[in-house]
């Protein structure tokens, strides 16, 4: 028998059938699975984005917005690194990504078991029209005994080449099994990004 009606109080143990009025309060109020929390924003100007509380230990999966993000070199690309220490260090080494990346005409894999970062995109442009945008999605940071991963849907734009959409999908990890609790963004040799804007979300179950 299915429930239609007011909301319940217990709304985990009820398996019955919401309204749609209903959903968007129970989203309104996060109790509703899937439901995104803002938990911080940054606008980048010739910086890295640097994001140092994760609340980890609250979300399993956390989701990072990208909105216009540009590399310092035009044509670069632009990645991401893990922190076991709050941000003071950044971990440099053994991440291991797979991703397919396509524009007109080409479409290729870009893989390593062996990097110093997670690499997300490349060949971004970094002039007005230019930039990457799309989601990132983080997973296990807060279980000390998983390994952390990523995946991504991402599409960027290189204007002043003869293509100006680059798409690319795929995924990553870190495969130590620790606590990450901080994330970095940079781009080129890892270095600052120029511009953009960068938003967490935590992901409620």
């Known amino acids: 028998m299915?429930?239609?009606?007011t909301?319940?109080?217990?709304v985990k143990k009820n398996t019955g059938l919401y309204t749609p009025s209903e959903i968007l309060q129970l989203e309104k109020d996060g109790n509703w699975g899937g439901s995104l929390e803002l938990i911080a924003e940054q606008t980048i100007s010739s910086a890295y984005a640097d994001f140092t509380s994760l609340?980890?230990?609250?979300?399993?999966?956390?989701?990072?917005?990208?909105?216009?993000?540009?590399?310092?070199?035009?044509?670069?690309?632009?990645?991401?690194?893990?922190s076991n220490n709050g941000g003071t260090s950044f971990i440099s080494s053994g991440y291991q990504y797979a991703w397919q990346r396509g524009y007109p005409n080409t479409f290729t894999e870009i893989k390593s078991t062996s990097s110093d970062r997670i690499l997300a995109n490349g060949g971004i442009g970094n002039g007005s029209e230019d930039g990457l945008n799309g989601y990132i999605y983080l997973y296990n940071l807060g279980n000390s005994s998983k390994y952390s991963f990523a995946s991504w849907h991402l599409n960027g734009s290189y204007t002043s080449v003869s293509y100006f959409t680059i798409f690319s999908f795929g995924g990553g990890v870190l495969p130590t099994a620790e606590v990450h609790n901080a994330v970095r963004f940079g781009s080129d040799s890892f270095n600052t990004l120029a511009g953009g804007t960068i938003k967490l979300y935590g992901v409620k179950q």
Do not use: A, C, W
Request: hydrophobic share 30%; proline share 6%.
């Open 2 to 5: 299915s429930y239609l009606g």
């Open 55 to 82: 609340q980890e230990s609250k979300y399993d999966v956390l989701m990072f917005q990208l909105e216009k993000v540009t590399p310092t070199t035009n044509g670069h690309n632009i990645g991401f690194r893990f």
């Open 7 to 10: 909301q319940p109080n217990d």
